[in-house]
């Protein structure tokens, strides 16, 4: 019993930092991802900010983050634009499903910048 009582404790602290860590790397991936293919959308011919934000939210909804921004520079693609850039933040505290201790007030911040196709 003295033995359960000292190593549980210890026990259940590693097991939810290793459970919480993994979670952020989890969310630090699908940021990622949800960047690039949120970008590629936008630098297609006809590509819009529109159809780059909606495959960047769709791609974290995947995961169920439920609170995070998405931005796209410029917010209206011509055909004259150069570059597209997607931006995701996503806010630690409203997205662990362990009481956060290891990673509060922290975000995970993400941004890629591709150049559009047939751009010169």
Same mark, same amino acid.
């Given at each position: 019993m003295l033995e359960f009582a000292v190593v549980a404790p210890l026990l259940f602290l590693c097991f939810f930092a290793a459970f919480e860590f993994c979670r952020v790397a989890m969310i630090r991936h699908t940021a990622d991802n949800a960047v690039y293919e949120g970008c590629r959308k936008a630098i297609i011919p006809g590509g819009t900010s529109r159809e780059a934000t909606n495959e960047t939210r769709r791609i974290m909804n995947t995961l169920g983050i439920t609170d995070f921004n998405i931005s796209v520079s410029p917010p209206h693609i011509q055909p004259t634009t150069r570059e597209v850039t997607v931006?995701?933040?996503? &806010?630690?505290?409203?997205?662990? %499903?362990? &009481?956060?201790? %290891?990673?509060? $007030?922290?975000?995970?911040?993400?941004?890629?910048?591709?150049?559009?196709? $047939?751009?010169q």
């Open positions: 931006r995701v933040e996503v &806010p630690l505290n409203q997205n662990s %499903f362990v &009481p956060n201790q %290891f990673v509060a $007030g922290k975000d995970i911040v993400r941004e890629l910048t591709l150049y559009r196709e $047939g751009s």
